[in-house]
């Protein structure tokens, strides 16, 4: 009974985000479609292995930054321990592609359940808290796991060197085949698993997930069992997670425990907020741009991070519904002005009126 | 166990819960009044480091200097923080999840302290000399030396004058006047908008006098602030959020735990058993040792 008035905290009011996964429209899956198609064309005009190289890791944080999204703007889960379970699903089936001979495929399935198994142990003991609460005890899990593959006295992590050669998912082709092989993959994972986690969003389970994050009491007292919807979201942000680091391990052909800690995770942070937390198209842009500044100025750190962390104050305070927000918002306007002779007084006042914690926002 | 390594413990407990206190009562207090859990305090330690780096080893003067060089550059960058990071988002309070935002920009504010002083003065650490030199035998094989001394006796000195100030003076008064009750406050004729820059301007002069004795048992670097961050979540965490007997009592209980594991199982894995404690804290009384759930505190 407690964990119920717990969560029926009053404070625990709309987070960052106003627009959440709207719906699929027909434009919208045409312009999916166009940007995947776009996306995946590049390997074929790209020579330059550098930036190809860039490209990969930048679609395996967004995988592991769209789980995450997931967990922190849809479900509204303080989960700082995201890069555990993303370096665990890493470790666990880097481990497995070197000690064993299964399909390295089922190594990256491997990663995914144990990024699952994590997610849904670490989701017990947040069961109870709320907000920072959440974050510091989720905080608190990453950095034991940290320290535990650190000083791991067995020799099965590596410690801080890693895990040595993995052989990865295309060990057997050359190096600009692979990285090709490796993008593409990247990128299938990208696309299936932001329309997945879109359609989660449009299904009841993302309903009820808004509706426990913007107005926890109302949403208990419709019947929905709040702490039974944070396992699943818990489990399926973690299968991602789980996901993206067995790509990491097998394209980086090692991990250490540097992927990890403040650093990523604050830069991580910034590029969900920025781009906008809970939207479906905001990881993407944010971790695009981030990635993008951070390529740039990969000479300077202190400089990257001076105007990573003025940027992530600036869009906090004034832009808190992050670029994806800005842009739909202009966007409806647009829409709004061009539809204007057919469309419904009412439908123009939802298109441009969408506010926080709007109270049709959970009844959609 | 041997007489030596419970002296050992004592003393180390002694020296590590002050300083730990010295930083997370600033936390506590900021949290207190503001509902913000201040990310930037661990930078605060950093700056006075630097302070009192340039202060003793680059200008060669007085330690007492440095320390009140600390207090005042470190009240106003506070007070700037306060007025760049949390003061805009004052008047959208009720419409935002104003913890985790304030979390949010305390923590960006941070991230730019840190990298600016990385990028000004590189990555390098720096020697900051001891505040006083020497040391004194506590017992066979234990020394005390008299930095850690003066730090610790500093330290309790400043935790008492925060004390005597909120229980005493009118500023104090306002300031615990505005953690009971916002409203009730402001009705009182209470100035909020001045106190909240005040509370943390100075909160993280204590972390920048902390500062200046953490960099002379270790070094000044960019990074200098994190560890005393995490340490510092960590007190605020166990004491229950706001509640600042407990930062005290936890501060100490903190420093005895890792104290004592430093002494039996080694340095390497006193941080991990300090997060573990603090783990099963948050699952066994999810509002720390002496936290309420959401009532008034201070």
Redesign the interface.
């Known amino acids: 009974m407690s964990e119920r008035e717990?969560l029926a905290?009053p404070?625990?009011?709309?987070?960052?985000a106003t627009s959440v996964f709207p719906l699929m429209t027909r434009g919208r899956w045409g312009a999916t479609c166009l940007a995947a198609l776009v996306a995946a064309a590049i390997p074929l005009v790209m020579t330059n292995q550098y930036v190809l190289s860039v490209m990969i890791t930048t679609l395996i944080l967004l995988v592991l930054n769209i789980s995450w999204n997931f967990l922190l703007g849809v479900a509204g889960v303080?989960n700082f321990g995201q890069l555990a379970i993303y370096a665990l699903g890493g470790y666990g089936a880097g481990i497995i592609m070197l000690h064993s001979s299964v399909s390295p495929w089922l190594a990256l399935l491997a990663g995914g359940v144990i990024g699952t198994v994590v997610a849904v142990l670490l989701s017990f003991?947040t069961l109870?808290?709320y907000?920072?609460?959440t974050?510091?005890?989720t905080f608190?899990?990453a950095?034991?796991v940290q320290?535990?593959i650190l000083?791991d006295g067995s020799g099965l992590t590596g410690g801080s060197f890693g895990l040595p050669i993995v052989p990865g998912l295309y060990s057997s082709l050359g190096l600009s085949t692979s990285a090709r092989a490796y993008y593409w993959t990247a990128l299938a994972v990208v696309v299936a698993s932001t329309v997945a986690l879109a359609a989660v969003g449009r299904s009841r389970l993302g309903i009820a997930l808004r509706g426990i994050r913007d107005a926890p009491a109302y949403t208990a007292a419709r019947g929905v069992n709040p702490l039974r919807y944070r396992i699943v979201a818990f489990a399926i942000s973690g299968f991602l997670a789980g996901i993206a680091g067995a790509l990491y391990v097998s394209y980086d052909q090692s991990i250490s425990p540097s992927v990890m800690g403040?650093t990523p995770m604050?830069v991580y942070?910034?590029m969900l907020?920025i781009g906008g937390l809970g939207t479906a198209t905001g990881p993407i842009l944010g971790t695009i741009l981030v990635q993008i500044v951070a390529t740039l100025l990969v000479t300077?750190?202190?400089?990257?991070?001076?105007i990573?962390?003025?940027f992530?104050?600036v869009v906090?305070?004034?832009v808190?519904e992050g670029l994806a927000g800005l842009i739909g918002r202009y966007w409806r306007k647009v829409a709004a002005w061009a539809a204007e002779d057919e469309q419904s007084a009412t439908e123009a006042a939802e298109a441009t009126g969408e506010t926080?914690?709007s109270p049709d926002e959970y009844v959609a | 166990m041997v007489a030596t390594d419970i002296v050992g413990i004592a003393v180390t407990t002694l020296i590590l819960g002050s300083i730990y206190g010295l930083v997370a009562i600033g936390m506590t207090l900021i949290y207190g009044t503001l509902r913000i859990?201040d990310m930037s305090q661990g930078s605060m330690v950093m700056v006075g480091s630097f302070i009192g780096w340039g202060i003793l080893v680059v200008a060669g003067l007085n330690p007492i200097l440095a320390i009140l060089a600390a207090f005042a550059a470190t009240f106003i960058l506070g007070v700037l923080t306060q007025l760049?990071?949390v003061q805009?988002?004052m008047k959208?309070r009720?419409?935002?999840?104003?913890?985790?935002?304030t979390?949010?920009?305390t923590?960006?504010?941070?991230?730019?302290l840190?990298?600016?002083?990385?990028?000004?003065l590189g990555p390098f650490q720096r020697n900051v000399t001891s505040v006083v030199s020497g040391s004194i035998s506590v017992y066979h094989g234990v020394n005390l030396p008299y930095q850690s001394l003066t730090m610790a006796l500093v330290s309790i000195a400043l935790m008492a004058a925060l004390g005597v100030f909120l229980a005493r003076t009118r500023w104090g008064l306002a300031i615990r006047a505005v953690a009971q009750d916002l409203d009730a406050a402001r009705l009182m004729g209470v100035p909020v908008g001045k106190l909240y820059p005040l509370t943390m301007g100075l909160a993280s002069a204590l972390a920048g006098v902390a500062g200046v004795f953490l960099g002379g048992l270790y070094f000044a670097y960019?990074q200098a602030g994190?560890l005393p961050l995490?340490e510092a979540?960590?007190v605020v965490?166990f004491g229950g959020?706001g509640s600042l007997p407990g930062t005290v009592y936890a501060a100490y209980a903190i420093g005895l735990i890792q104290a004592t594991a430093e002494v039996i199982v080694g340095t390497?894995?006193s941080?991990?058993i300090l997060?573990?404690v603090?783990?099963l804290v948050?699952?066994v009384r999810?509002?720390g040792l002496l936290g309420k759930?959401?009532e008034a505190r201070l």
């Open positions: 717990t905290e404070t625990a009011s709309p987070v960052l303080w003991p109870r808290l907000g920072i609460y974050s510091l005890l608190a899990f950095e034991i320290y535990v000083n403040l604050s942070v910034t907020v300077h750190p202190g400089a990257e991070f001076t990573l962390g003025l992530l104050l906090v305070v004034f808190p926080e914690g | 859990l760049a990071s805009p988002l959208r009720s419409a935002i999840d104003f913890e985790m935002v979390f949010i920009t923590f960006a504010v941070a991230m730019v840190t990298n600016v002083a990385l990028e000004l960019p994190d995490l979540l960590i965490i959020l390497t894995w941080l991990p997060y573990t603090i783990l948050l699952i999810p509002h759930p959401s």
